[in-house]
C-alpha cells in the first residue's frame, strides 16, 4: 500500500471515529508541518503551538476532507493558514523564513560552488546564502509561498495549486517572478 493509499485509509478510519488512526497521521506528518511553518513564523517555541494548532484544526475538519487532493497537501493548506492567522493575530509581518542551512542546495548558484572550499568561495557562499534568504524575504507573500512550497518543501506544482488555491499557471507565474528577482539578487554576487 503506497504513501497516499495509506493517508486515505487513515482518514476514512478517522472519519468513522478511530481516533487513533489520527495520531498515526500526526506522527507521519508533524516534521513536515512543523517545518513549514517555521518558514513563516520565527520563534521556535510558537512553531509547535502552530504545528499543534494546525492539527486540532486538521481533526475537526476531516469530516469535510473528501479526497480531491492529497492528505498532506490538504494539511498543508490548513498549516500555511494558521501560521499567517498566528502572525496576524499578533501584529507580525508574515513570513519570516528560518531555513535549514541544507535547504540552499536547492539553488543552482550554490551547487556550482560546493566543490571549492577554498575560504574565499565559503565566504562567497555565505553571501549567496544570506542574498538568497534576502532576496525571499522581500519577495511579495504569494511570490514567498510560492518558491518555498517548491525550492524548500519540494512540492509539484500541481501541490502548490491546490495548497494556495488558484490555477497551476498561477503556480508557474509566481515561480518564475520569484526565482527572476532572487536572480536579479543573486547576479552581482556571480558576476
Not at 517555521?38 to 479526497?67: M, N, P
Request: with cysteine; net charge negative.
Amino acid at each position: 500500500m503506497g504513501s497516499v493509499d495509506l493517508d486515505i485509509e487513515l482518514v476514512k478510519r478517522v472519519q468513522n471515529g478511530d481516533k487513533a488512526a489520527f495520531d498515526v497521521l500526526v506522527q507521519k506528518y508533524q516534521q513536515r508541518v512543523v517545518n513549514l511553518v517555521s518558514r513563516f513564523v520565527s520563534d521556535h517555541s510558537e512553531c509547535y503551538d502552530v504545528a499543534q494548532d494546525t492539527f486540532i484544526k486538521a481533526y475537526r475538519a476531516l469530516g469535510s476532507f473528501r479526497g480531491d487532493s492529497q492528505f498532506y497537501t490538504w494539511l498543508y493548506r490548513i498549516a500555511a493558514n494558521t501560521a499567517k492567522n498566528h502572525l496576524a493575530t499578533r501584529g507580525r509581518k508574515s513570513p519570516t523564513y528560518s531555513v535549514d542551512i541544507d535547504d540552499s542546495e536547492n539553488y543552482a548558484a550554490e551547487n556550482v560552488l560546493q566543490d571549492q572550499d577554498t575560504p574565499e568561495n565559503l565566504l562567497l557562499t555565505d553571501e549567496i546564502k544570506r542574498t538568497v534568504y534576502s532576496a525571499i524575504e522581500k519577495l511579495p507573500e504569494d511570490l514567498k509561498t510560492a518558491i518555498t512550497l517548491r525550492e524548500l518543501e519540494g512540492l509539484s506544482y500541481d501541490e502548490i495549486a491546490d495548497v494556495m488555491d488558484c490555477p497551476i499557471g498561477t503556480v508557474r507565474s509566481r515561480i518564475f517572478r520569484a526565482r527572476d528577482a532572487i536572480d536579479k539578487e543573486l547576479r552581482p554576487l556571480l558576476e
